[in-house]
């Protein structure tokens, strides 16, 4: 069974980073160019939907995000409106999916690749993106459907395919299709096989346990909940992400007071290199901007979804009459999700210094996080294929020049090579890349060496916990160990509700259980696969999926507007409780 699972797996990553390269170079990042620097146009446009959506609603993030805290909190609830769950069950369920390991290893993620300014961009997605998702949430809410009551359909379903068929007119119906199918399958990437792969390689670094077995219970415990449909969905979310926000928020902030000497340092590094960046660890070298503010709008996006018409589809579950009073709770998801939870892991890999610093780690020769990189004169790195063997001496790489392949971790080169964990017998001889192994001059072989590396994802925010809970004793990694687990499940739990209204609006009732039983099937799949693969697929499915639903959103912008006023001059929730 491992032997079949292994090499499943293999074919599958081969296969998939083959398409996603493809779809990379020829859909997600043709853009404009500026300055000899490209701009892809989903950033273009998500950005630009944002702002206008903002100013049309009268910067509605702003001014009705208290109004969305008190419908929240169920004060107006009224239990006979129609809908499966709670405004906050809701919520959590959109939540659960929002706030997961996009806050853990996607802002680690930004700054590897970015910098520190990359944190501002994330928050100038989730400013804009405030305004973006009260939009798709509040027309989510106004066509939705009634479904035939039952556990697995629930009684209605909503979301950018419906609004985009019922709001556009039947004309449109092909784009909505079109949004359908990807969601769909967006749902086992970004909502399931990250979730699973990040989980499985957390467990496997910290406690040796095999990806497979992670993946295995992982796997059931998220069948066991989604087979229940949307009710149980929203029940067991309603419990795990409060109690996951508060877990994680509470050693963050633990951490921020035994720092505050470096909390407005760090805020004023973050807004120097958002547009002066300067020192990105993976290669941002001076001049690259774009770099950086690409890498801050992408995980803003992977991290609170705005625009992506994910969490409307949850959102349309809810108990209401009022389209808008839905449209105001999710205003609450990038406040929390990004400009909370985001920015404190943000703070907390900066000041720790767990962004750039080096830690011992054992540099597996075959997989893994392992790649070869050259150092350009600009200071960035690019990947090469070594086409020969690369010569070691006394640990040091034996090159050249600049343009020689280093072994490298987490797309850092490592400046020095060892043969044993304490670092104390530098390795002397050849690295095979082909066959993944070292060839010491002493006749010994290594399939893997250790070396100071960066840390990159999950690891390097563990690091940040460890460092930063040190006056506590040893034990602060697994916060976020635990804090990764809970997210992994519950983001995957989420994310099947939206693939199984993805399928039942392509084919109806009778594809949700099938489509379940495959979802569940990718989630143990998944957390075997490379890292790099399922996250790269996420990327570019989330670039795709964007654009039906942002033309979708431009184009009804003027009944968002409607129903806005509409809604706050009626004030109808005054007869259900008194506004603060």
Request: charged letters at 15%.
């Amino acid at each position: 069974m491992t032997e079949l699972y292994a090499s499943l797996t293999g074919f599958l990553s081969e296969n998939v980073a083959r398409l996603t390269g493809w779809l990379g170079r020829n859909v997600v990042e043709r853009g404009i160019s500026v300055g000899g620097e490209n701009i892809p146009f989903m950033v273009i446009l998500l950005l630009g939907i944002g702002g206008y959506l903002t100013l049309r609603l009268g910067f509605v993030q702003v001014r009705r995000l208290r109004h969305g805290a008190a419908v929240a909190s169920g004060k107006y609830d009224d239990p006979e409106d129609e809908g499966d769950v709670t405004h906050f069950q809701a919520l959590s369920t959109a939540l659960s999916a929002t706030v997961g390991i996009g806050n853990i290893a996607g802002v680690a993620l930004a700054i590897h690749w970015g910098g520190p300014g990359a944190l501002f961009w994330m928050w100038v997605t989730a400013a804009l993106g405030m305004a973006t998702k009260y939009s798709e949430v509040t027309l989510a809410q106004r066509y939705r459907v009634t479904e035939h009551e039952g556990v697995q359909t629930g009684t209605v379903s909503g979301g950018p395919m419906y609004y985009i068929e019922r709001g556009l007119g039947p004309r449109w119906k092909w784009m909505a299709v079109f949004f359908a199918v990807v969601l769909g399958l967006t749902a086992f990437a970004t909502g399931n096989g990250v979730q699973a792969n990040t989980v499985a390689d957390s467990m496997e670094t910290q406690f040796g346990i095999p990806p497979w077995i992670t993946g295995l219970i992982t796997a059931s415990l998220v069948g066991a909940v989604i087979l229940g449909g949307i009710k149980r969905i929203g029940r067991v979310t309603a419990v795990l992400a409060p109690m996951m926000a508060v877990l994680y928020v509470t050693g963050a902030l633990i951490i921020l007071i035994f720092n505050a000497g470096e909390v407005f340092p760090t805020f004023g590094l973050i807004f120097s290199e958002a547009f002066n960046p300067t020192a990105g660890v993976a290669g941002t070298g001076v001049g690259a901007f774009l770099v950086t503010l690409m890498w801050g709008v992408r995980r803003g996006l992977f991290s609170n979804e705005a625009g992506q018409g994910s969490a409307p589809i949850a959102h349309s579950a809810a108990k209401t009459d009022e389209p808008v009073s839905e449209g105001v709770v999710a205003l609450l998801e990038p406040f929390i999700d990004t400009l909370v939870i985001c920015t404190l892991t943000g703070l907390l890999v900066i000041m720790t210094g767990a962004w750039n610093d080096r830690f011992e780690t054992e540099i597996t020769l075959e997989g893994g996080d392992l790649s070869y990189r050259a150092e350009q004169l600009d200071g960035n790195y690019l990947e090469v294929t070594p086409v020969a063997e690369i010569r070691i001496d006394d640990g040091f790489h034996m090159d050249t020049g600049t343009t020689d392949p280093r072994v490298s971790w987490h797309e850092v080169p490592v400046e020095r090579l060892f043969t044993d964990e304490a670092q104390a017998q530098p390795f002397t001889g050849v690295i095979d890349p082909v066959a993944g192994v070292a060839r010491g001059d002493d006749g010994r072989t290594y399939a893997a060496l250790h070396g100071m590396a960066v840390e990159s994802g999950a690891p390097m925010t563990m690091a940040a916990f460890r460092r930063g809970l040190s006056p506590l004793g040893d034990w602060g990694h697994y916060i976020v160990i635990l804090s990764v687990l809970l997210f992994g499940i519950s983001t995957a739990i989420a994310w099947s509700y939206y693939g199984d209204r993805c399928a039942n609006y392509l084919f109806g009732a009778k594809a949700i259980v099938p489509y379940k039983v495959l979802f569940v099937l990718f989630h143990f799949l998944g957390a075997r696969a490379a890292l790099d693969v399922v996250w790269d697929l996420g990327d570019v499915l989330l670039a795709i999926v964007i654009w039906p639903n942002l033309i979708a959103l431009g184009l009804l912008a003027p009944k968002v507007v409607d129903m806005t006023k509409d809604y706050f001059d009626r004030k109808p929730w005054e007869g259900r409780g008194q506004e603060e």
